[in-house]
T-cell receptor, first 114, second 113 residues
Framework: DVKVTQSSRYLVKRTGEKVFLECVQDMDHENMFWYRQDPGLGLRLIYF???????EKGDIPEGYSVSREKKERFSLILESASTNQTSMYLCATQYAGTGDYEQYFGPGTRLTVT | AQRVTQPEKLLSVFKGAPVELKCNYSYSGSPELFWYVQYSRQRLQLLLRHISRESIKGFTADLNKGETSFHLKKPFAQEEDSAMYYCALRGSISNFGNEKLTFGTGTRLTIIP
């Protein structure tokens, strides 16, 4: 059974703070993703990683960076948080083998920037 | 560019009535489509994928390439079907050749008792 955990369920930060969101998986999946989920906008891909130290920009990378130093851990970094980054953040993992495109999601982190 | 459109943000259906959640896509290649569901206080999870041609929890979805649609259907709605539903398309290729999913904006389904 795939287990994807995120470091916090709720987080409140001030404008300008540096924010770290952590995601850990225990299934040895190669691919990991960060999305933000907003009402009326659905899921939008921020960044993804297909291997350790490898990353690729998604559809809305501005204001974010990521780090993947170990296979099981993928971090999302907000260098200087802004109020428009208040959102629900979802991490997902996926096996990179052909034929299986199911993504497994974490419980989400609701970030509020004040 | 690929796109997934879910025209209904909200859908309310009476228990026992048929349900249809609409999904249209645009993609130049051969699409692979999915429905994901998020129940209250639960994580987002895969409901079904078109290549499996399976029925999950009474839901089915048929890929119609002519109409570029992948509507989700269930003949008799149940209260536990209340959730957020996302349609997703596999096929967008990144600059490094990695495929990713494109999600629609979601439909919140409410089943009225």
């Amino acid at each position: 059974d795939v287990k994807v955990t995120q470091s916090s369920r709720y987080l409140v930060k001030r404008t300008g703070e540096k924010v770290f969101l952590e995601c850990v998986q225990d299934m040895d999946h190669e691919n990991m993703f960060w999305y933000r989920q907003d009402p009326g906008l659905g899921l939008r891909l921020i960044y993804f990683s297909y291997d350790v130290k490898m990353k690729e920009k998604g559809d809305i990378p501005e204001g974010y960076s990521v780090s993947r130093e170990k296979k099981e851990r993928f971090s999302l970094i907000l260098e200087s948080a802004s109020t428009n980054q208040t959102s629900m953040y979802l991490c997902a993992t996926q096996y990179a083998g052909t034929g299986d495109y199911e993504q497994y999601f974490g419980p989400g982190t609701r970030l509020t920037v004040t | 560019a690929q796109r997934v459109t879910q025209p209904e943000k909200l859908l309310s259906v009476f228990k026992g009535a048929p349900v249809e959640l609409k999904c249209n896509y645009s993609y130049s290649g051969s699409p692979e489509l999915f429905w994901y569901v998020q129940y209250s206080r639960q994580r987002l999870q895969l409901l079904l994928r078109h290549i499996s041609r399976e029925s999950i929890k009474g839901f089915t979805a048929d890929l119609n390439k002519g109409e570029t649609s992948f509507h989700l259907k269930k003949p008799f709605a149940q209260e536990e079907d209340s959730a957020m539903y996302y349609c997703a398309l596999r096929g967008s290729i990144s600059n490094f050749g990695n495929e990713k999913l494109t999600f629609g904006t979601g439909t919140r389904l409410t089943i009225i008792p």
